[in-house]
């Protein structure tokens, strides 16, 4: 984010950090006067049970898993698939690398591809 940030900028931090960030690029904060806002944690506890029992077990909240991951490929094709992904070519923008030990796809998600 930090690097991607216009100068004068604002970064806003949604999570559960704790204690320290190492390698945190302080260097570039500086450098470009960016802002950064502490937004809290999510309050997870206050919606978890609901979510849980009314939406997620009776199939009504859509996990979006489907829209997340585009493609599925063999742990082999990963030379070519970071080169591939870097330059944005067949759609790629989120993968499941496929091991040996990988059940098959579930219902709705991609097939094996093959890079072209």
């Given at each position: 984010?930090?690097?991607?940030?216009?100068?004068?900028?604002?970064?806003?931090?949604?999570?559960?950090?704790?204690?320290?960030?190492?390698h945190?690029?302080?260097?570039?904060?500086?450098?470009?006067?960016?802002?950064?806002?502490?937004?809290?944690?999510?309050?997870?506890?206050?919606?978890?049970?609901?979510?849980l029992?009314?939406?997620?077990?009776?199939?009504?909240?859509?996990?979006?898993?489907?829209?997340?991951?585009?493609?599925?490929?063999?742990?082999?094709?990963?030379?070519?698939?970071?080169?591939?992904?870097?330059?944005?070519?067949?759609?790629?923008?989120?993968?499941?690398?496929?091991?040996?030990?990988?059940?098959?796809?579930?219902?709705?998600?991609?097939?094996?591809?093959?890079?072209?």
């Open positions: 984010m930090i690097k991607c940030v216009k100068k004068f900028g604002t970064i806003s931090i949604i999570a559960d950090y704790a204690g320290y960030a190492n945190f690029l302080i260097g570039g904060v500086m450098e470009k006067g960016i802002r950064l806002i502490g937004c809290g944690q999510a309050p997870t506890q206050k919606y978890w049970k609901d979510l029992e009314n939406y997620l077990r009776k199939g009504k909240l859509d996990t979006v898993m489907d829209m997340i991951v585009t493609h599925r490929f063999t742990l082999e094709d990963m030379p070519l698939l970071y080169q591939r992904f870097d330059e944005k070519d067949q759609g790629i923008v989120k993968t499941f690398i496929e091991t040996r030990f990988s059940a098959p796809p579930a219902k709705g998600m991609p097939l094996l591809s093959k890079l072209v």
